[in-house]
């Protein structure tokens, strides 16, 4: 008897265990729906799913389908092997299934390419059911987890006809892991490439990695840190690649490399690397056709060269062109990209560093292989919490442009701010460039519809870790959520993504999503606000780059600084980039160029990164520059207060364990916005002369204090910086 109560005893904790919401299942929760009215509406359509074909990724479509929707109608869906009976879900491509086939899709189907898919609710073949049509598996697969989140977001299923096909071509999340699984700018603990194991050990993360990626439609992986290591492409390592390769193949993900531009030297011990070197060209063709015997469908190389102490083309002074041709060739022949990265720029040059990508690549437009993208940031200096769009997009007509957006938030408030990233990308998707008049926009030219490219990219630095949540905030989540999403379609809007996956992650209830999404949707511009207001930037600590650190002024290069950046003195404040100043602004198109080059139409949101303003300027609102700075960074604070009082009244409505996650994390975002807040208002105001106006709270520390605060163990440093 006492065994038997402690076999329950047992087996009830476990359940507890188990259920525990750690947020380790990300978005592709599928537990049953609670509103009643629509799963009686689910549970009367969908009665079974036939998936005909036997590919690997057919199977991974039949897989996630029938747990997907079992979990969410609460009762068993089974598979089935011939169409039956009304309510079922038919998945598949002519090719695969003889029933898809004998519909007649092709004309509907054509358009959608390769990974676009439709999904159908109606009567076909005499029988109701839900049709998912594509023209390839992967297309399947696609549209099968858009059905998945089409119930957990408790769509209309009445409703439900879809055509949707990706805008851009490769969709691909760049992860700086080191093979000693080190995350460069990772907050979210240690690399999930457990390379010493592989390939023997297959991690069964790495095949929820992949479900999840594929559920968004991210379509590759750069598994390296653009700080590439060479080790990566000697034999024994590309077995461990090959094994990723396999997990991910099914999903739709294919693998590529950075490639260390000296490798032939370190692993090859050739003596140059000089990309025009018969010898060195050879060591990379070669290297290239060992990895397609391991890897048919790799992906390609991904090159950050000449920048930041990495080796390139330059040493041997030779073109970013002529480094990525070399590359670019031997991969032409097995389909596969040279994605090479257009952060370049140099301390010992003395231009200002937001003009050295132009005046590097702009020259060599027109000159790079077919197979190769130049890969921008979305900003000319560096991920800051809000930066101008990069001049590069629309100056380099003849060269696809691929976005890398950085959805680890290194200067966002890192693994403990919730700062939901998709409004600012939104921001720099719709500007508009004018590189061909009006309605260039930033997203025309990376889709390549403005000049008509083939190739089309997207880049998103990974914020993923081997922490139970991924992603160490759990609302980090939604930031790759919604990356995947935006790089699929660069037009959905910020608030129509963070209301999916709200819905997905944690509950339906209209009025608690409504709460949780107007907290997301504030989040960005309270972090603008509490550490670069107005155009301020790179002003945050050294190194680490953790918490404020405006006075910085002493680093190996003085674009490493804070003072390089915001220029503060006494009459005032901030870069002049007009030609007055470093002309900058002369890298856009009219009329952006004139806009920003104006103290008046230049946005006061880019106003000190334009401008050196007086303190005693009057800004729009009235206000002088001292005192709208001032009250910016409170604002900014004030607005976390109010995240945190919001997200408390959700109290019992999410699990307890999750709720008091980003409970916690919100409480030490609030102290440190005000750390922000005060130490940069001190600061500046050291040079100001002026008092921080009456009514706003007075810094908790003097300047001495905050300027002593060291951390020499935050997380996700690089150790040679
Ligand atoms: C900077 C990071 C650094 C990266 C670099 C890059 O601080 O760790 O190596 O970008 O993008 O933002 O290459």
Redesign the pocket.
């Known amino acids: 008897m006492r065994k038997f109560a402690l076999l329950i005893l047992l087996q009830f904790s476990m359940a507890a265990f188990c259920l525990a919401e750690d947020g380790g299942r990300l978005w592709l929760r599928y537990d049953k729906i609670e509103d009643a009215q629509k799963l009686d509406q689910y549970r009367a359509a969908v009665k079974g799913v036939l998936v005909e074909g036997s590919s690997a990724t057919v199977a991974a479509i039949r897989e996630e389908l029938e747990m997907g929707l079992s979990g969410l109608l609460g009762e068993s869906i089974p598979g089935l092997t011939e169409m039956q009976q009304e309510g079922t879900i038919v998945a598949g491509t002519p090719t695969s299934s003889p029933f898809i086939a004998g519909l007649g899709l092709d004309k509907r189907l054509e358009p959608l390419g390769e990974e676009g898919f439709l999904i159908q609710t109606g009567k076909f073949g005499g029988k109701k059911i839900i049709l998912i049509a594509a023209n390839r598996d992967i297309g399947v697969l696609y549209g099968a987890f858009h059905l998945l989140r089409y119930l957990q977001t408790n769509g209309d299923l009445g409703k439900l006809a879809v055509e949707s096909a990706p805008k851009l071509k490769l969709r691909i999340l760049n992860h700086?892991d080191n093979l000693d699984r080190t995350v460069?700018?990772g907050y979210a603990g240690f690399s999930i490439w457990d390379w010493h194991r592989l390939p023997g050990y297959i991690d069964a993360r790495y095949k929820e990695y992949a479900r999840a990626n594929a559920s968004i439609g991210i379509n590759g992986a750069v598994v390296t840190?653009?700080?590439a290591n060479s080790l990566i492409l000697r034999p024994d390592y590309l077995d461990k690649v090959r094994a990723l390769a396999d997990v991910f193949r099914p999903y739709g993900i294919r693998i590529y490399l950075t490639a260390r531009f000296n490798a032939p030297m370190e692993l090859g011990k050739l003596k140059t690397a000089d990309p025009l070197d018969p010898e060195v060209r050879q060591w990379w063709k070669d290297k290239i056709d060992e990895i397609y015997t391991l890897v048919p469908d790799f992906g390609g190389f991904l090159v950050?060269a000449n920048?930041?102490g990495q080796p390139g083309p330059q040493n041997y002074n030779r073109t970013h062109a002529e480094g990525a041709d070399m590359l670019a060739q031997p991969l032409k022949a097995h389909n596969g990209v040279v994605m090479w990265?257009a952060?370049v720029y140099s301390g010992d040059v003395p231009v200002d560093r937001s003009k050295q990508a132009n005046n590097e690549f702009v020259p060599l437009d027109g000159q790079f292989a077919d197979n190769v993208l130049v890969q921008v940031?979305n900003g000319p200096i560096?991920?800051q919490p809000r930066e101008p769009f990069h001049p590069l997009f629309g100056a380099m007509p003849s060269t696809p442009l691929m976005m890398e957006f950085?959805v680890t938030q290194?200067?966002l408030g890192q693994g403990t701010h919730l700062v939901y990233l998709a409004p600012m990308w939104e921001e720099v998707l719709d500007a508009d460039t004018y590189a061909k008049g009006p309605g260039s926009t930033v997203a025309k030219v990376i889709d390549g519809s403005l000049e008509g490219h083939r190739l089309s990219g997207m880049a998103g630095?990974s914020n993923i870790g081997n922490d139970r949540n991924w992603t160490g905030h759990l609302f980090g989540q939604a930031n790759w959520y919604a990356y995947g999403r935006l790089a699929w379609n660069p037009g959905l809007g910020s608030a129509e993504i963070a209301e999916e996956w709200i819905r997905m992650t944690f509950l339906n209830d209209p009025g608690s999503v409504e709460k949780i999404k107007s907290v997301m949707m504030a989040s960005h511009e309270a972090c603008v606000d509490y550490m670069t207001p107005l155009g301020l930037h790179h002003i945050m600590g050294a190194g680490h780059?953790y918490g404020p650190g405006p006075w910085v002024s002493r680093m190996s290069r003085p674009d490493w600084t804070s003072v390089y950046y915001h220029k503060a003195d006494k009459e005032g404040l901030g870069f002049d980039r007009t030609p007055a100043g470093s002309n900058a602004v002369e890298q856009y198109f009219e009329p952006v160029r004139s806009r920003f080059a104006s103290r008046e139409s230049c946005p006061e949101k880019y106003l000190l990164w334009f401008h050196h303003v007086k303190w005693t300027d009057k800004l729009a609102s009235g206000k002088t520059l001292w005192e709208a700075l001032c009250l910016h960074y409170h604002h900014g604070a004030e607005a976390v207060n109010r995240m945190r009082t919001s997200w408390e009244s959700l109290k019992g409505k999410i699990d307890e364990e999750r709720f008091e996650q980003v409970d916690m994390l919100l409480g030490i975002q609030e102290k440190e916005a005000k750390w922000w807040r005060d130490a940069c208002l001190s600061y500046f105001q050291t040079f100001s002369g002026m008092d921080i106006p009456d009514g706003l709270e007075k810094p908790a520390h003097d300047l001495p204090y905050y300027e002593s605060l060291s951390f020499p163990y935050a997380p996700g440093i690089?150790p040679r910086?």
Do not use: A, L, P
């Open positions: 700086w460069e700018r840190n653009v700080n950050k920048s930041e990265r952060f940031k560096d991920f950085q290194e200067y630095v780059h690089r910086w």
